[in-house]
């Protein structure tokens, strides 16, 4: 099993910034996916950004040239570093963790709710 812990939302006005961290731990392969979703009120979660073990990044449009995504893999932990916020970041970010080959098991943490005011 996997546990993701979140840490770092909170409330900021528009144009600050936050940064998310989500610690994981348990059986955590060495090859894996870990990344960042958002659920804002009344709207389906979707994908903010992800990075691969190697590297590689998938950012949404809507937060391109605003966040960053990072990570550590010696202490597996992911980071959201969140800059020029707008009040449609508002949102529950959730961190997710995919690994697997012929089966891939995915897991979430518990989320953390950023409020950007105007």
């Known amino acids: 099993q996997v546990r993701l812990v979140e840490s770092g939302g909170g409330l900021v006005q528009a144009g600050g910034s936050l940064r998310l961290s989500c610690a994981a731990s348990?059986?955590?392969?060495?090859?894996?996916?870990m990344g960042w979703y958002r659920r804002a009120p009344g709207k389906q979660r979707e994908l903010v950004a992800s990075?691969?073990?190697?590297?590689?990044?998938n950012y949404a449009d809507p937060v391109k040239g605003r966040f960053t995504i990072s990570r550590d893999n010696a202490k597996n932990t992911v980071y959201l570093q969140m800059n020029s916020l707008k009040p449609e970041d508002t949102a529950v970010y959730y961190c997710?963790?995919?690994?697997?080959?012929?089966?891939?098991?995915?897991?979430w943490g518990q989320g953390t709710q950023v409020t950007v005011s105007s």
């Open positions: 990075m691969t073990s190697g590297n590689i990044t």
């Open positions: 348990g059986s955590i392969f060495s090859s894996n996916t």
């Open positions: 997710n963790v995919r690994q697997g080959i012929l089966v891939v098991a995915t897991y």
